[in-house]
């Protein structure tokens, strides 16, 4: 069949050129072309190979611990104790540079201020800051939150994009062109792009957002000029808000989450991402790309989106929400793959590290509780709470033998949502606070490893003789 060139176009949209391909008429060439598309093996392969070469696939090992790939000062996740080579659950910790999650929270609520500029400090520094030492970063995070015209001009109208991530991903790039020297690795470089990164990613992710919709609504787009002085969370709702119609309490309480999405080892799959871009000396703008290319999966950051849907869909079929027989016996049908999304998975519950606790859940329930009580979403909140203390049972009863807890998930959309942050926002919300600890990850491999990561693949294939093109 002729290739029909009309099939591919140029369209022309609001200042916005893209090129529109229709897929189905490119595989039309001709028939044999349609091999590239059946003739790949996509058959997984058999588990026996992975045992008999002793690969530790997915990098885990057989007891699901992860394989040590590297050493770090910046955090410690502990979910487990070995003993006798054998993983003992345990409570779950969180410590960033030595101090835990729980100290760095409590106290900056304590003290009523908010705390994710102190987290971002110590995890680039290694030290908390002085009242004058936080003082000057935050004033440099000021200076730094402005967009330049001339990068406005091209973001995000050339970035726009269904996907807030995808659109981070383009505008970090975009960032490297405003550099003027953007494949310099100094300390002195690494720490003014990070800083840039802090500054500028929670702007940017509100203002796709915001471009998103305007070009949805086919309206124009109207975002406030920072305001010297706020805090990273006040920034973000700043955008969002349109100005400053936002509440003391809710503003803390966004704090909280980017404090707690802040760092999570070396380990998590964005970060390790990061610090794999980073080992081959690239520039700080890939190795971020990178990393929240990898947060955009499904397997990794989008999980928040999940449980709300989740939440949302048992609300709507279990009638008594304080019963827990009802709650249960829905809970069990979700297992059973009878309900929700016919996965047979609880969202929110359970985690690669964490086994009988994940701190930062619990901090989340902890915070969120009295703002959900003042905003009327008790019930809502008693029934995520029912749900994290039923779902193992359930989940035991269903021949789930690993210990099971609530993780940061079962809560985080909920508390979003709370906030009025959209649900296109939650993963980019996790990306902006998880910058900080990329940078911090990103320098330590480069100025402590000093190796590129190139781990090996067994090859599990037959030599073959090679035929000449007229006898195949």
């Keep these: 069949m002729a290739y029909d060139a009309k099939k591919i176009y140029y369209r022309f949209d609001d200042h916005l050129s893209r090129l529109v391909l229709d897929y189905e008429a490119s595989r039309q060439i001709s028939p044999e072309s349609e091999n590239l598309y059946y003739g790949l093996p996509t058959d997984p392969y058999d588990e026996e190979l992975y045992v008999e070469h ?50 760095l929270v409590n106290n900056a609520q304590a003290e009523n201020r908010y705390g994710y500029e102190e987290v971002a400090y110590l995890l680039i520094t290694g030290s908390l800051p002085t009242k004058e030492e936080l003082d000057g970063f935050c004033d440099r995070l000021g200076a730094f939150r402005h967009l330049s015209d001339e990068y406005v001009r091209v973001f995000p109208m050339t970035t726009v994009s269904s996907s807030v991530m995808n659109v981070l991903q383009r505008a970090v790039l975009l960032l490297y062109a405003f550099d003027a020297e953007p494949d310099v690795i100094t300390p002195e470089h690494e720490i003014d792009v990070a800083i840039s990164m802090l500054a500028r990613l929670p702007r940017i992710a509100a203002f796709a957002h915001m471009a998103s919709i305007a070009k949805c609504h086919g309206s124009e787009m109207h975002v406030p000029h920072p305001t010297p002085g706020l805090s990273t969370a006040e920034t973000i709702l700043q955008v969002l808000r349109g100005g400053m ?154 021949g789930m033998t690993k210990p099971i807890c609530a993780n940061i998930d079962l809560y985080t959309g909920f508390i979003y949502k709370m906030l009025g942050v959209p649900e296109t926002l939650f993963t980019p919300m996790f990306a902006v606070a998880r910058m900080a600890g990329w940078s911090a990850h990103r320098m330590e491999e480069l100025f402590c490893a000093h190796r590129i990561i190139r781990p090996a693949y067994r090859p599990v294939i037959e030599p073959l003789e090679y035929k000449p093109l007229a006898d195949r």
């Design 54 to 103: 002793d690969v530790k696939r997915g990098l885990r090992n057989a007891d699901g611990s992860g394989v040590v790939a590297g050493l770090t000062r910046i955090s410690d996740v502990h979910g487990y104790n070995k003993v006798d080579g054998k993983v003992v659950p345990d409570q779950g910790k969180l410590t960033l540079r030595g101090y835990s999650i729980e100290d």
């Design 245 to 398: 119609a936002f509440t003391r309490d809710e503003a803390m309480l966004l704090d909280v989450m980017l404090m707690l999405h802040a760092e999570h080892g070396g380990g998590n799959n964005s970060t390790f991402a990061c610090r794999v871009l980073s080992s081959s000396a690239t520039d700080p703008y890939s190795a971020y790309a990178a990393a929240i290319g990898s947060l955009k999966g499904p397997r990794h950051g989008g999980a928040n989106a999940k449980v709300v849907s989740m939440h949302e869909d048992i609300r709507a079929h279990v009638s008594n929400w304080e019963d827990d027989d009802e709650v249960a016996a829905y809970l069990s049908k979700i297992l059973d793959k009878q309900a929700f999304d016919g996965t047979g998975l609880i969202y929110g519950m359970g985690h690669a590290v964490y086994t009988l606790s994940d701190p930062r859940a619990e901090v989340c329930r902890h915070y969120a509780r009295s703002l959900a009580a003042k905003k009327g979403l008790g019930e809502e909140f008693a029934l995520i709470e029912r749900i994290e203390r039923l779902a193992p049972q359930v989940m035991r009863d269903h």
